[in-house]
């Protein structure tokens, strides 16, 4: 059982930046694939970055050359550094980690990112 709990959201102004973290709870982080995803007001959720256990990243086309994901296993906690935002950013961020042994997928409760001037 993994249990997912994000924090660094918050109200920045157009072109500003944030951390987010996402903190691990449980067993076996260094073998998840984890990653972020955002949900904005009626629309879909939709992936943002992903980090897998040998350090691989994907990003979302929209995101790329902003955003950077990263992770430390010995903390067991997964961050997305969020540069240049723009209020299209504005969603609720949502950590998710995925075993890939198990085929289990977690997710946090997500944190509140807002972009406005």
């Known amino acids: 059982q993994v249990q997912l709990v994000e924090s660094g959201g918050g109200l920045v102004q157009p072109g500003g930046s944030l951390r987010l973290s996402c903190a691990a709870s449980?067993?076996?982080?260094?073998?998840?694939?984890m990653g972020w995803y955002r949900q904005a007001p009626g629309e879909q959720r939709e992936l943002v970055a992903t980090?897998?256990?040998?350090?691989?990243?994907n990003y979302a086309d929209n995101v790329k050359g902003r955003f950077t994901i990263s992770r430390d296993n010995a903390k067991s906690t997964v961050y997305l550094q969020m540069n240049s935002l723009k209020p299209e950013d504005t969603a609720v961020y949502y950590c998710?980690?995925?075993?890939?042994?198990?085929?289990?997928?977690?997710w946090g409760q997500g944190t509140q990112v807002t972009v406005s001037s």
């Open positions: 998710n980690a995925h075993n890939g042994w198990t085929q289990y997928t977690y």
């Open positions: 449980g067993s076996g982080f260094s073998i998840l694939a």
């Open positions: 980090i897998t256990s040998g350090l691989r990243t």
